[in-house]
């Protein structure tokens, strides 16, 4: 059960902690230094995820108090610390001495200006020599800072600082619940798109100060991240490409119907009108899966409500997705039929291709759309539907 803010406690610093020994007191050092020196009324809590080592105890003997949390990983840490947390702020950060928690101010300012979320943009305030790998710094942070900038125009520039300050109730409302390094992206993603004032401060990053490699595995965060922005960006992965793919699907088959093309100096005929019926097919499919995707991670209350859909699912009901997918296939249906006169006037003998699947490749695409349309329809309803 999360701890409820106490009157007397205005700020939480927060370290994750998982064998940091040999920095661990360094840092509640600092923080405690920190809270003295500014006269915030606070405390310094490390959630520790299993270190073998006595990390605990040095926190523990050190000034901090220690809760522990058993499910790996950094979200889970996070998670359990900020449910703990007394203090109606709460400011973040590595127990690795990278950060400067003795530098708190900008963080305390902006959440007592009435900031929901305060990022630390450590490209603004300085990037230490050998602080940073260049592979993080010139390409990982850049690219999914850009990409989660773009699927959710968040204004931050820093997605991964770790060092990062939030009013505590705005943040355990968003009921966030990802395990991983992706936790760092879920809180920006979720604060960005419920709305919440968000603010970005410089950060400074330095060498962290353990004789150990980090935790951080580039490739395989670096691609937890990005498949935690694609699976919260229905759009981008499914609605957008599907679009095109459809699109051009479409315009390549109409192009096509009254009979061979040349492009560039290559003749295009009845195989590229398959590929142009495939196209077809899977770019539809993937636009329903936008719309699935969209209602679920709103009826799980991972995204927030959308007006958009909400139109739409009442324009686009069971009944109007059945009856527009069956006329659709009704009309495949008619071609079909007009395909098997033909067949018949040839004694059902051979036929040319380059005649017969300018009929047949439309017809057999309007009929595999059609009974998608329909089928989806009902899915959509069943996403709709409301427990009691």
């Given at each position: 059960m999360a701890e409820r803010p106490h009157e007397s406690c205005e700020l939480t610093i927060l370290l994750p902690c998982l064998n940091e020994g040999e920095t661990v007191g360094i840092c509640i050092t600092k923080a405690l230094t920190y809270l003295e020196r500014s006269g915030v009324?606070?405390?310094?809590?490390?959630?520790?995820?299993?270190?073998?080592d006595d990390s605990a105890g040095i926190a523990e003997r050190a000034g901090a108090r220690v809760i522990h949390e058993s499910r790996k990983g950094y979200g889970s840490a996070l998670r359990a610390g900020i449910a703990e947390a007394r203090g109606r702020y709460v400011i973040m950060g590595d127990a690795d001495d990278s950060y400067d928690f003795?530098?708190?101010?900008?963080?305390?300012?902006?959440?007592?200006?009435?900031?929901?979320?305060?990022?630390?943009?450590?490209?603004?305030?300085?990037?230490?020599?050998?602080?940073?790998?260049?592979?993080?710094?010139?390409?990982?942070?850049?690219?999914?800072?850009?990409?989660?900038?773009?699927?959710?125009?968040?204004?931050?520039?820093?997605?991964?600082?770790?060092?990062?300050?939030?009013?505590?109730?705005?943040?355990?409302?968003?009921?966030?619940?990802t395990e991983g390094m992706e936790f760092a992206s879920e809180m920006v993603v979720r604060a960005t798109v419920d709305k919440l004032r968000i603010d970005e401060v410089p950060a400074t990053l330095s060498p962290d100060g353990r004789s150990r490699p980090p935790h951080l595995r580039s490739f395989h965060d670096g691609?937890?991240?990005?498949?935690?922005?694609?699976?919260?960006?229905?759009?981008?992965?499914?609605?957008?490409?599907?679009?095109?793919?459809?699109?051009?699907?479409?315009?390549?088959?109409?192009?096509?119907?009254?009979?061979?093309?040349?492009?560039?100096g290559f003749g295009l005929g009845v195989n590229t009108l398959v590929y142009s019926s495939a196209a077809i097919i899977c770019g539809f499919q993937a636009m329903t899966f936008a719309i699935f995707a969209k209602v679920f991670a709103i009826n799980a209350r991972l995204l927030p409500p959308d007006s958009r859909v909400r139109r739409f699912t009442a324009l686009v009901n069971v009944e109007v997705g059945m009856a527009a997918g069956l006329l659709l296939f009704l009309a495949g249906l008619s071609a079909?039929?007009?395909?098997?006169?033909?067949?018949?006037?040839?004694s059902f003998g051979a036929l040319d291709p380059d005649v017969s699947l300018r009929i047949v490749a439309p017809s057999a695409t309007a009929m595999i759309v059609g009974l998608q349309l329909v089928f989806s329809s009902f899915f959509l309803g069943v996403l709709a539907l409301r427990r009691q």
């Open positions: 009324a606070g405390e310094v809590l490390v959630a520790d995820n299993g270190s073998t003795t530098a708190l101010d900008p963080f305390v300012a902006a959440l007592r200006d009435g900031a929901d979320l305060v990022m630390g943009n450590r490209f603004k305030g300085g990037i230490a020599p050998q602080a940073m790998p260049p592979l993080h710094r010139y390409l990982g942070n850049p690219v999914l800072s850009g990409i989660g900038r773009l699927f959710f125009r968040s204004p931050i520039g820093d997605f991964h600082c770790g060092l990062r300050g939030m009013r505590t109730e705005a943040i355990r409302g968003l009921g966030l619940a691609w937890r991240h990005l498949r935690f922005l694609l699976l919260l960006s229905p759009r981008w992965l499914f609605l957008y490409p599907g679009a095109v793919l459809m699109l051009a699907g479409l315009a390549s088959m109409l192009w096509l119907l009254p009979g061979p093309r040349l492009l560039f079909a039929a007009y395909a098997l006169g033909l067949w018949r006037l040839a």
